[in-house]
Nanobody, 122 residues
Framework: QVQLTESGGGLVQAGDSLSLSCAVS????????MAWFRQAPGKEREFVGV????????EYHDSVKGRVTISRDNTKTTAFLQINSQKPEDTAVYCC???????????????WGRGTQVTVSS
């Protein structure tokens, strides 16, 4: 069984920074790209960003470029999402996912976490 477990969500004020972690139960996920998606109430799931399996390549959605950093530490089998200068519109459930390509498309991701809630107050 493969499990991805997000942590670090919570309530923050606009302008603050927050770091999320995604711990993976199986080491073979180190060979997969790791992405973050989010879904706000009443909205469609949105791609946030992705990091390649080695950590050397990242891609981000235009809406968060300049404010987020995705990284990974394969020795810990963990991916990270750093969100700076948070805005109320960042409020969402954030999920991590492992897949076979550095892509924004959901179809490329096989393994999914259950998500962690991030709430940004104005």
């Amino acid at each position: 069984q493969v499990q991805l477990t997000e942590s670090g969500g919570g309530l923050v004020q606009a302008g603050d920074s927050l770091s999320l972690s995604c711990a993976v139960s199986e080491r073979f996920l180190n060979a997969y790209a790791m992405a973050w998606f989010r879904q706000a109430p009443g909205k469609e799931r949105e791609f946030v960003g992705v990091v390649s399996r080695g950590g050397g390549t990242t891609e981000y959605h235009d809406s968060v470029k300049g404010r987020v950093t995705i990284s990974r530490d394969n020795t810990k089998t963990t991916a990270f999402l750093q969100i700076n200068s948070q805005k109320p519109e960042d409020t969402a459930v954030y999920c991590c996912a492992g897949g076979g390509a550095v892509s924004s498309a959901v179809r490329h991701y096989t393994y999914w976490g259950r998500g962690t809630q991030v709430t940004v107050s104005s």
